[in-house]
T-cell receptor, first 116, second 110 residues
Framework: GAVVSQHPSWVICKSGTSVKIECRSLDFQATTMFWYRQFPKQSLMLMATSNEGSKATYEQGVEKDKFLINHASLTLSTLTVTSAHPEDSSFYIC????????????FGPGTRLLVL | AQRVTQPEKLLSVFKGAPVELKCNYSYSGSPELFWYVQYSRQRLQLLLRHISRESIKGFTADLNKGETSFHLKKPFAQEEDSAMYYCALRDLSGNTPLVFGKGTRLSVIA
């Protein structure tokens, strides 16, 4: 079946540093990928939608200069949290849509970010 | 705007008892509704979608447009059903991302 991987699975960083999270579709091509954030005991909140080769579309309230998204290929999207602060600590989950089966949306295992 | 409401944060039932996880939605367009499940230490996975009209692991859900609900039901709960359940919605065209409810944690007690 379709698999989405994320790397790293967890990361601890100092306040002010930048962190890059990778999301890969392993056995399918994804023209569209989604980035969600999940705070403890809360639901997944959509941050942005990224389409291969074009700029990401950010949800209201999400700072595009802080959360840089790059979808440079059909199997890879990256989320960079720039100048991370403790309030950015969260669980980041990516999801990918199989371009051959557009009604699908497969989820990655998530990346836990802790900013000290 | 799309909104998905799951009124219960936690639902505890005894093994063998019926289960109903509530989900209500608000959407001006034509919705497609889903239930996702997340078992402990595992990733989110699709349980069922209203279009398929299928039963997965004994669970069913019927879209009630009049009541704008998509409640998840199972007649006899099993311990392995204990997990976090999320109701989600997107446009029927499939062109919009999934919007999730806050989730309900189901705990099945032996």
């Amino acid at each position: 079946g379709a698999v989405v991987s994320q790397h790293p699975s967890w990361v601890i960083c100092k306040s002010g540093t930048s962190v890059k999270i990778e999301c890969r579709s392993l056995d399918f091509q994804a023209t569209t990928m989604f980035w969600y954030r999940q705070f403890p005991k809360q639901s997944l909140m959509l941050m942005a939608t990224s389409n291969e080769g074009s700029k990401a579309t950010y949800e209201q309230g999400v700072e595009k200069d802080k959360f840089l998204i790059n979808h440079a290929s059909l199997t890879l999207s990256t989320l960079t949290v720039t100048s991370a602060h403790p309030e950015d600590s969260s669980f980041y989950i990516c999801s990918a849509r199989d371009h051959l089966v557009p009604e699908t949306q497969y989820f990655g295992p998530g990346t836990r970010l802790l900013v000290l | 705007a799309q909104r998905v409401t799951q009124p219960e944060k936690l639902l505890s039932v005894f093994k063998g008892a019926p289960v109903e996880l509530k989900c209500n939605y608000s959407y001006s367009g034509s919705p497609e509704l889903f239930w996702y499940v997340q078992y402990s230490r595992q990733r989110l996975q699709l349980l069922l979608r209203h279009i398929s009209r299928e039963s997965i692991k004994g669970f069913t859900a019927d879209l009630n447009k009049g009541e704008t609900s998509f409640h998840l039901k199972k007649p006899f709960a099993q311990e392995e059903d204990s997990a976090m359940y999320y109701c989600a919605l997107r446009d029927l065209s499939g062109n919009t991302p999934l919007v999730f409810g806050k989730g309900t944690r189901l705990s099945v007690i032996a």
